[in-house]
C-alpha cells in the first residue's frame, strides 16, 4: 500500500489529467485507475500506518477523535450537512438513522471500489453513481462524535479528486455533489442500455455476419490444423531421408 504522506503527489497527478484532458468526456477510462488508487491509498491508508510515523494531516495531530474537536472551530468542509438523498439511494425503514446511513454507504463503497475494481471499466455508470455513496460516507462520518479526524481528513481528499471527475466544486455542499454524482449515474446507465441493446438488435438483424464469423473462424482452426499436420508431415518425411542415407 503507498503511504499516506504521498496523497498530495496523486492530488496533483489527477489535476493534470484534468488540465490535458477533457475529463467528463472521457473521465471514466483516464480517471478510473486513479480514483480507485486514491480510495485505497487515502481513505484506508492509516490503518495500515506505524503509530509512531508522523501523520500527513493538518488537524490530526491535534484532536484524534471528531468529539475532541469543537465544531465552532472546524472548517466548513467538516460540518455535518442535512442532507435529502435521492429517492432509491437509501431504504427508509432500514436507514433511518446516520449511523446507519454510514454504514450502508460503507458497504456500497467498499463492494464497488474495492471488492469489484475488476469491473469499474465495464460498469462505469455505476462507478459514477456510488461515488455520491463516498460524499454520504464522509458526510455520515462527520455526524459521529467517534470518528477518526485523521481518516476523516484522508477521505475528504478522495472526496476532493472524485469531484474533479465531473467538475464539482470542492467547496460545494455534500447535497450538490450526492445529487450530480446520482444523476449523472442514472443518465450513463440509460445510456449503457441503450447501447446493449442496440448490440443485440444489430445481432439479430445481422445473423449473416455471425454466420461467416462462425465459417472464418472454423476456417482458422482448420488452417491451424492444417499447418500442424504439414509440420508433423515435414518432421517424418526428413526423418526418413535421413534414415536411408545412414
Known amino acids: 500500500m503507498i503511504p499516506f504522506c504521498r496523497t498530495k503527489k496523486i492530488i496533483m497527478f489527477i489535476n493534470l489529467l484534468i488540465k490535458e484532458k477533457n475529463i467528463f468526456k472521457t473521465s471514466t477510462k ?19 500506518k506505524k503509530k509512531d510515523e508522523e501523520k500527513d494531516c493538518l488537524y490530526c495531530n491535534k484532536y484524534e477523535k471528531l468529539k475532541d474537536w469543537p465544531e465552532s472551530e472546524r472548517p466548513e468542509a467538516f460540518i455535518y450537512e442535512e442532507v435529502e438523498y435521492p429517492e432509491g439511494m437509501f431504504k427508509e425503514k432500514l436507514h433511518k438513522t446516520s449511523k446507519k446511513k454510514q454504514g450502508e454507504a460503507g458497504k456500497k463503497v467498499y463492494q464497488r471500489f474495492v471488492k469489484g475494481k475488476g469491473q469499474l471499466n465495464k460498469y462505469q455508470h455505476l462507478m459514477i453513481r456510488d461515488m455520491a455513496y463516498f460524499e454520504a460516507l464522509f458526510n455520515e462520518m462527520l455526524n459521529d462524535p467517534k470518528a477518526s479526524v485523521e481518516t476523516l481528513e484522508g477521505l475528504k481528499k478522495g472526496r476532493e479528486a472524485m469531484r474533479m471527475s465531473l467538475q464539482i466544486s470542492p467547496k460545494a455542499k455534500t447535497s450538490e455533489a450526492v445529487l450530480k454524482f446520482w444523476a449523472t449515474g442514472k443518465m450513463l446507465k440509460l445510456a449503457w442500455k441503450k447501447n446493449k441493446k442496440k448490440k443485440k438488435k444489430k445481432a439479430k438483424i445481422d445473423p449473416e455476419i455471425s454466420e461467416r464469423a462462425a465459417v472464418l473462424s472454423n476456417m482458422k482452426k482448420q488452417i491451424a490444423t492444417a499447418k500442424v499436420n504439414a509440420q508433423r508431415a515435414a518432421t517424418i518425411e526428413a526423418q526418413k531421408q535421413i534414415e536411408e542415407t545412414n
Do not use: D
Open 30 to 48: 483516464i480517471l478510473l485507475p486513479v480514483i480507485f488508487i486514491f480510495i485505497l491509498t487515502i481513505s484506508f491508508s492509516e490503518a495500515a
